[in-house]
């Protein structure tokens, strides 16, 4: 019980000193990796929020000022990954509970953001959603199902607006 007390503090600590915008960005890196998260040479702007868990962000992506990544369950984020400012990365929710409290049961799912995807500002991602390769997700949309690959999606809920162009030297892969 201590010890999980103390993991804790860490981690909040941590997240306040690489969330500074004092701190450099490959400080900002070690400090991640000291808490468990898997990245080596993505670009993570100062005042970006974890709440700790399984990351990994892969080389050449890039996160945004005021974007919170919730790892209750594992985030991943591919390469060449773009996420603009004030995005919300969120694993948790809960069910619906009955008339004394709204909010019941916890549920957590993991996120996937494949590589070369671009998500726009203020856009929220769900649990247990996958977003294909070279996606655009427009500003303030909710993603709240997977996305097919080289699409744009737009809305609240986010829905399909068009294909794009496949991404170069892109790397076929299957969804889950």
């Not at 993570?44 to 005021?66: H, K, L, M, R």
């Not at 990954?81 to 909010?103: F, K, M, S, W, Y």
Request: glycine content about 8%.
């Amino acid at each position: 019980m201590i010890r999980q007390r103390l993991r804790v503090r860490l981690f909040r600590l941590i997240n306040i000193l690489q969330r500074s915008d004092m701190v450099p960005e490959s400080l900002r890196r070690s400090l991640l990796r000291a808490a468990g998260v898997k990245v080596r040479s993505a670009r993570i702007v100062s005042d970006v929020s974890f709440t700790f868990g399984c990351v990994e962000i892969a080389d050449g992506a890039f996160v945004n000022q005021g974007t919170l990544i919730d790892a209750s369950a594992p985030v991943r984020i591919g390469r060449n990954v773009h996420i603009a400012p004030r995005c919300n990365i969120v694993t948790a929710t809960h069910e619906l509970g009955d008339g004394e409290r709204r909010a019941g049961r916890l549920v957590c799912a993991p996120i996937e953001i494949r590589e070369g995807t671009w998500i726009g500002a203020a856009v929220t991602v769900l649990p247990g959603v996958t977003i294909a390769e070279g996606c655009v997700v427009a500003a303030g949309a909710v993603v709240k199902s997977d996305t097919l690959p080289n699409s744009l999606y737009a809305g609240v809920p986010a829905v399909w607006k068009r294909a794009l162009k496949p991404l170069a030297n892109a790397r076929v892969t299957q969804a889950h």
